[in-house]
């Protein structure tokens, strides 16, 4: 494998955290540099106005996930064309916490943010499996009872089978106890009734379509921007 | 007013216009060009092509072509002004109050004029409020929570600053409170686009109403829940509206949702003039049906009766405006002379 592939196979580990999708996908990597075991990753947003604090997010994964490269002494990332490029780019270089780097501009740091879009991005996947077993004829009552074990052995389409994997990588995420053994939970591990069902589906729905909605914007935008082309 | 294939005439308020001034001449840094280089953006990546402007003119346009575009080739019989600031941006800022007001006054009505302020211009700001209440009569002010303000990066509804302002807007009859969210609100780490704070005052003021400009997008899940829990909390389409061409499935979906969680009587058309001509939105709307799936799964409705409640009856309500005997004022006043309709 080239160099520029294990970049890039690391890259498409990096999401954006408001779409839950790959920044690779989103044409939000710009370009790529390699010298020696130097690489200089520069990416895009949508405007220059895309919240510091996501963009703060994709640049430090940027730059840890291209540093677990065995052959990578230095990763630097920039981030062009943003009203905090510069406070992002000197700031993930040296590794400071974000609100070192914006100083009397924030309350803390972005675990909090990290862990809401997490859970998110948790609804956002379910909604899109659960839609798909029921789709696939699979009951309410079967749903709720069904257990984790259950759910790897099952026979699902090769969508199926994709749709799974995504949504038990967030779950994984979440770090759910050992004693969890429901395979549709809440974002904090429990089981949910089957009277509870219908309204926790309506409620996770409109995450997934809030998600969606706005990754349709952000495609355009990008688009539009840097007059690339349309996607559809 | 837009006439359908019965030959039935829709009433239709556009709620969300600007007139704006984002010249080379009137922009203060590279924030100012950015800002408008971003809502052009917006035009040309959700606009069918023909409805692109030229940059230039989308930089600033006269009221010729704004009444021409939201009235002659609009369908539109009444609009309201939402005018930003950004004075950090502009020199004279961004929203062109004053001309918006001229021009309210040569069309009256036709127009309506909102106001802004910004809660931390302190006491000085609350006595130009009072001002400009007692010379326009207000009905609304839009407040933009991201604009910046020496190192403030924005405010929120609940800050108490803001509340002062609340509380002058109740006292003085100002109901209707636009709000639109935007980016880099301090602090920093938090979600600059949560929209707790709406449902905060919405709690505290139950006497003035809400509208939530571009359905609290992207957060179109916070908003749905807020507007559950708070019956003066209003969903403005602005911004959502282009999907209909772009993605009329997700329009649908977002309309299932809209209809599903707020009901029809608190969700109001506006078509973001000038970044996306009303004219063309509203014949898209006009046409436009639910697919059988998300009426089943929503059990919403968009019927004529609801077409219509969305594109004026709302905001009717909320301005107090009677349609109907709205209709015979501008029967025949200076704009429908000018274009030529009174004899229609």
Redesign the interface.
């Known amino acids: 494998m080239s160099k520029k592939q294990d970049v890039m196979e690391k890259l498409d580990k990096v999401y954006d955290p408001e779409l839950d999708q790959p920044l690779t996908d989103l044409d939000f990597i710009d370009d790529i540099t390699i010298e020696g075991s130097d690489v200089e990753v520069k990416f895009r947003l949508p405007t220059y106005w895309c919240s510091p604090n996501f963009a703060y997010i994709m640049a430090e994964d940027i730059k840890e996930y291209v540093s677990e490269i065995d052959w990578v002494k230095e990763a630097r990332v920039t981030l062009d064309d943003h009203c905090a490029s510069d406070e992002i780019n000197h700031g993930v270089a040296q590794g400071k916490q974000f609100s070192q780097s914006f100083e009397g501009q924030t309350t803390g740091d972005l675990d909090e943010l990290r862990k809401t879009f997490r859970i998110k991005a948790f609804y956002s996947r379910q909604d899109r499996f659960v839609r798909h077993l029921l789709n696939k004829g699979f009951s309410k009552e079967e749903l709720v009872r069904l257990t984790l074990q259950e759910l790897e052995d099952i026979t699902l389409s090769e969508e199926g089978i994709h749709l799974r994997d995504k949504y038990l990588q967030k779950k994984k995420e979440l770090n759910h106890p050992g004693t969890c053994i429901n395979a549709i939970t809440d974002p904090e591990g429990n089981a949910i009734t089957i009277d509870d069902l219908s309204d926790y589906l309506l409620g996770i729905k409109t995450t997934r379509l809030s998600m969606e909605f706005n990754g349709h914007y952000c495609r355009g935008l990008l688009e539009a921007r840097y007059h690339l082309e349309k996607t559809n | 007013m837009y006439r359908t294939m019965d030959g039935e005439e829709i009433f239709i308020i556009d709620a969300h216009i600007a007139l704006w001034d984002a010249s080379k001449e009137n922009q203060l840094n590279v ?1 100012g060009q ?2 408008i ?2 809502f ?3 035009q ?3 606009s069918p092509q023909e409805f692109w402007w030229d940059k230039e003119d989308f930089l600033k346009y006269s009221e010729d072509r704004l009444i021409k575009d939201v009235f002659h080739k609009g369908y539109a019989d009444m609009a309201i002004f939402q005018p930003v600031l950004l004075k950090e941006f502009y020199k004279n800022g961004f929203g062109d109050i004053e001309n918006s007001q001229k021009l309210t006054q040569t069309y009256p009505n036709r127009l309506i004029c909102n106001d802004t302020f910004d809660p931390r211009h302190g006491k000085r700001g609350l006595e130009e409020l009072e001002k400009s209440n007692e010379r326009y009569s207000l009905k609304g002010v839009k407040l933009y929570t991201a604009d910046w303000y020496g ?1 403030s ?1 924005g405010y929120k509804l609940s800050d108490d600053s803001t509340y002062r302002y609340l509380e002058k807007c109740q006292e003085l009859g100002i109901k209707n409170i636009h709000i639109h969210k ?3 609100i ?8 949560d929209v707790a704070d709406v449902d905060d005052a919405a709690t505290s003021f139950p006497e003035l109403n809400f509208i939530v400009e571009h359905l609290g ?5 916070d908003f ?2 807020i507007a559950t829990q708070e019956k003066n909390v209003y969903g403005g389409l602005s911004v959502a509206m282009p ?1 209909i061409y ?2 009329p499935r ?1 329009f649908a ?2 309309m299932g ?1 809209l209809l ?2 707020l009901d029809e009587d608190r969700i109001i058309f506006g078509s973001d003039y000038a970044i996306w001509e009303p004219g063309w939105l509203i014949e898209k709307f006009m046409e436009f049906e639910l697919p059988e799936d998300i009426k089943q799964e929503t059990g919403a409705e968009l019927n004529l009766d609801v077409k219509k409640k969305i594109l004026a009856g709302n905001a009717a309500r909320l301005y107090d405006i009677d349609i109907e005997a709205q209709k015979g004022k501008i029967n025949n006043d200076r704009l429908a002379q000018e274009m030529n309709l009174s004899s229609v």
């Open positions: 924030h950015q800002f280089d971003c052009y953006d917006y040309t990546s959700l190192d990066k935007g980016p880099t301090t602090p920093l780490n938090r979600d600059a686009f997008l992207p957060r179109l899940e749905c829940w999907f772009a993605r997700y979906e977002i949702e599903f969680w």
